[in-house]
């Protein structure tokens, strides 16, 4: 699901990364774009229910190794 996507858009990265190699969030619409600030052209697209249902299960843990 790769791309080029760049229309002016707010990307944002979390306080607690480093210099390099952060993941970027950013909205276009009701679709969640994400990307590694390392390789910007490739994104992932995802529906805002998807990236709820992720975060839902980083915040329960449900990704721990």
């Given at each position: 699901?790769?791309?080029?996507v ?29 990307r590694?600030s ?10 805002r ?6 975060v ?9 190794l």
């Open positions: 699901m790769g791309g080029s760049d229309r002016g858009l707010a990307w944002r990265k979390s306080r607690a990364c480093s210099d390099s190699a952060c993941i970027e969030v950013a909205r276009d619409g009701d679709v969640v774009l994400v590694n390392e390789r910007p052209a490739d994104i992932t697209r995802h529906t229910a998807e990236w709820t249902a992720f839902d299960g980083v915040k329960t843990g449900e990704f721990e």
